[in-house]
């Protein structure tokens, strides 16, 4: 289980940027007056490597951004990335419609009364369920409303929510203006490498900023004793594999941004800005590393590891690529998976 064990303020590790997001954790009770100087966009699809420096996860809303009630105060007004949401009490039927978010409210101690799922996919991810397996019958409840790329707002409106949670990869304008219509809503960025700016935005949407600041200290703690346990020269490799794509993960990315909260070094082939980058069968060797921890849609990775040079990878050979859950790795960027992702490649390299 990747619970959030209460844990004191972590200590400055000598190889992560860990000032610079304690800095953005403890702006979350005033993410009104968050920066925006290390907010960066982020891009989901595939991308060729490129020269720009990749920008780390931001890790403060940018201006203007959030709230400024303290945690817990309402009525409050909100401030998201399409407008702004005045919620007159704390929301208690809660529907989210984004990947991540699910995560998140699970996070902080809210179940929705529903969701909306990805293709071919439960609307409780089984990474969620083991981690709030103290919660089964309220997780079972949980409602679908259609897919995240076209919610139902029909069975939306009827179950009559105080709060719709969205983001902003969902572009739209007919759902958003269906959804507004039904009751606030607040949109978050969306995109993995954004992950920790949403989930400050989605604390103050629900009004526990002081739970989400206990949830990523613990967090920055449990990376930071991560990357303090491998050696700095070790690296760390990822790739997904989804229908006929095969993809290796760089450093703006959901575990990428991970990393660098670590401080664990990646390959030369995955220091490239964007989320992804499409490799053929003949380029599997760009996937090489010291470790490499590889998800699979679907689970099955009979495919994957059938490739012609997939034995030829040096932490295949050294027994070191561990598959890994694909939703909390690669689809579902949200607290409780950074959490289970840090634990995950701690118990392999331990």
Same mark, same amino acid.
């Given at each position: ?20 997001? !304690? +800095?953005? $954790?403890?702006?979350? *009770?005033? #993410? &009104? ?57 704390k929301p ?15 996070? !902080? +101690?809210? $179940?929705?009364?529903? *969701?909306? #799922? &990805? ?18 019958k309220e ?64 604390? &103050? ?26 050696e700095d ?118």
């Amino acid at each position: 289980m990747y619970s959030f064990e209460k844990i004191s303020s972590a200590s400055m590790s000598r190889r992560t940027l860990g000032g610079a997001f !304690l +800095g953005g $954790v403890a702006s979350l *009770a005033l #993410t &009104a007056c968050g920066s925006s100087t290390d907010s960066a966009s982020s891009n989901n699809s595939s991308s060729t490597a490129e020269n720009t420096p990749a920008a780390p996860a931001p890790s403060a809303l940018p201006d203007g951004m959030g709230t400024t009630a303290a945690s817990g105060e309402f009525p409050r007004t909100v401030k998201h990335f399409r407008g702004e949401a005045k919620l007159d009490k704390k929301p208690e039927k809660i529907v989210v419609i984004a990947t991540g978010q699910l995560d998140d409210v699970l996070a !902080l +101690g809210v $179940v929705p009364v529903a *969701a909306t #799922t &990805a293709k071919d996919a439960d609307v409780v991810p089984q990474y969620l369920r083991d981690a709030y397996s103290n919660q089964v019958k309220e997780l079972d409840a949980i409602k679908t409303v259609g897919k995240r790329t076209a919610p139902d707002t029909e069975a939306i409106a009827n179950l009559q929510p105080d709060l719709i949670l969205l983001n902003n990869t969902q572009d739209d304008e007919s759902i958003y203006e269906s959804l507004s219509a039904i009751a606030p809503i607040v949109v978050t960025e969306g995109t993995g490498v954004n992950w920790k700016q949403d989930f400050q935005l989605v604390a &103050a949407a629900i009004g526990d900023t002081d739970r989400a600041q206990q949830a990523m200290g613990d967090y920055q703690k449990a990376a930071q004793e991560l990357g303090d346990s491998v050696e700095d020269s070790t690296t760390f490799s990822f790739l997904r594999q989804s229908a006929d794509r095969i993809r290796i993960w760089g450093i703006s990315s959901f575990v990428g941004s991970i990393c660098e909260d670590a401080g664990l070094a990646r390959p030369e082939t995955q220091q490239f800005a964007k989320t992804s980058q499409d490799i053929s069968s003949e380029q599997l060797d760009q996937a090489n590393g010291d470790w490499l921890f590889y998800g699979v849609q679907g689970g099955d990775a009979s495919t994957l590891t059938g490739e012609a040079l997939w034995e030829t990878l040096a932490p295949v050979a050294d027994k070191k690529a561990i598959q890994v859950d694909d939703e909390m790795f690669y689809i579902n960027a949200g607290i409780t998976a950074a959490r289970g992702v840090v634990n995950t490649i701690k118990d392999a390299v331990k």
